[in-house]
């Protein structure tokens, strides 16, 4: 305990801008903390505090400033402030990243050098574009750009030092292009939702994007979930356990939880009033680490809050997103689809029948009022068939076509061709395009035949 707090007096005192009261770090010069992200190391969680000449660094299992480091730059064209300010900062493990928010640029910072590490440019083409990490990996979706929207994923290659597009996408679905949208990570599944899209006809007009869509990380796949109301939220979104946490632009926080789709709104607590607009609170093991705004000294403060002194009272819980009924949509247009499929199929193929337009007249057999002439065994054929509509065994067929002195296949043979010569012969003789002796497999045996007459 004495060397801890021999060490926070001489970072103190040597930095001249550090002073502790009841647990909270105190900044004395104004407008200071730039920036803040939170950093793992061998276990422990770090905070480290981006000022306009230094870093410091906050160990929150100890509670105590362990470092205060001046800053070194190894690139010219950029200044400390331009970076910490303007770029993103982004933690991969213990490295901290700060990746130009306009596109292009990223710097590795490590015990107060800032180092470039990419071969791009400032392109300006991903303005506004959600940031996150997979595997290691810097990946970032959308952006604004030359009046459009990027609608796809770019992510930084190591190896290559450069931005690639991560390809290819599956599935036949995507949202579109987006710029300040809300994109968290939780588990393997990227969410994005709020923020705008670009009208298609007017590339100057900005459009709320009122959807949710998940992407899975392992497939490749795009889903859309539904329909969001988004008017009043706004994009300052982070994670708090299998949560996430937006501010909204009415005084409301809001936890969402897109898995069991619903949002949860609080009161903001007394000190959340005072957060500053530019730097995200930091959540860990039940606390949050924030940049308060003394409005009456004109001074930014370092506070570590309680959640439960953070979050105020519920307001309501209520659905998060309206289900996608796309889906529902695409499911009955394809039954009617397979209805109408089945009923032309069977209208062809004998189900559904023409009532009465074979008949028997005078031992004679018509077709409507045509006449058709058939030897004796068709006569019997198409006798036995009409006496029978829901259709008769192949074995009475075969007891009608059957020839003394030829075996069993030849004579099944024989009544097939038989069947096939009847079916020919109405066709040519009356015109029609279907068969007017169908065959289906048998109810009881699906070995058997059934022979029905289309009538």
Request: charged content about 25%; glycine content about 6%.
């Amino acid at each position: 305990m004495i060397f801890r707090y021999v060490r926070f007096l001489l970072v103190a005192v040597f930095t001249l801008v550090i002073v502790t009261v009841n647990g909270q770090i105190v900044s004395k010069e104004r407008g200071l903390i730039k920036s803040m992200v939170l950093t793992q190391e061998r276990g422990q969680g770090f905070i480290l505090l981006f000022c306009e000449n230094y870093f410091l660094k906050y160990n929150t299992t100890e509670k105590y400033v362990i470092d205060s480091i001046p800053y070194k730059i190894q690139d010219s064209n950029f200044s400390v402030i331009n970076i910490i300010t303007d770029f993103d900062p982004v933690v991969i493990n213990d490295k901290v990243y700060f990746l130009e928010n306009t596109g292009g640029g990223i710097f590795e910072f490590k015990d107060g050098i800032f180092n470039r590490i990419d071969k791009s440019y400032t392109h300006r083409l991903t303005f506004g574009s959600a940031k996150f990490v997979f595997n290691g990996q810097i990946i970032q979706y959308g952006g604004y750009g030359y009046f459009s929207n990027r609608d796809f994923f770019t992510y930084f290659d190591t190896i290559t030092r450069e931005w690639e597009v991560l390809s290819p996408i599956k599935g036949d679905i995507a949202p579109p292009g987006t710029r300040s949208s809300s994109g968290i990570l939780f588990n393997n599944t990227f969410y994005l939702f709020n923020g705008f899209t670009i009208n298609k006809f007017d590339k100057k007009k900005y459009e709320q994007f009122n959807e949710l869509w998940s992407f899975d990380l392992d497939s490749k796949k795009w889903g859309h979930l539904g329909k969001i109301d988004a008017i009043d939220l706004s994009t300052r979104t982070f994670l708090i356990d299998s949560t996430f946490l937006l501010f909204d632009n009415t005084g409301y926080m809001n936890f969402i939880d897109p898995i069991l789709n619903k949002i949860t709104k609080f009161k903001r607590g007394a000190l959340v009033e005072k957060l500053s607009e530019n730097i995200m609170p930091v959540y860990l093991n039940g606390q949050f680490y924030c940049i308060l705004k003394n409005i009456n000294n004109n001074i930014d403060e370092f506070w570590i809050i309680d959640k439960n002194d953070f979050i105020g009272e519920k307001i309501i819980e209520k659905e998060f997103y309206k289900k996608n009924k796309n889906g529902y949509i695409v499911i009955l247009y394809v039954l009617i689809i397979v209805i109408v499929v089945g009923l032309i199929v069977l209208l062809f193929f004998g189900k559904i029948r023409k009532r009465g337009t074979i008949k028997i007249k005078n031992n004679s057999i018509y077709f409507k009022n045509i006449k058709i002439e058939l030897d004796q065994t068709d006569f019997e054929i198409i006798s036995l068939l009409l006496n029978n509509p829901e259709g008769v065994d192949g074995a009475e067929i075969l007891n009608i076509t059957e020839k003394k002195g030829l075996n069993y296949s030849h004579n099944i043979r024989q009544r097939n061709i038989i069947i096939k010569n009847i079916n020919l012969y109405f066709r040519a003789k009356v015109n029609i395009n279907y068969d007017i002796i169908i065959i289906n497999k048998s109810d009881y045996d699906q070995r058997m035949r059934t022979f029905v007459l289309v009538n």
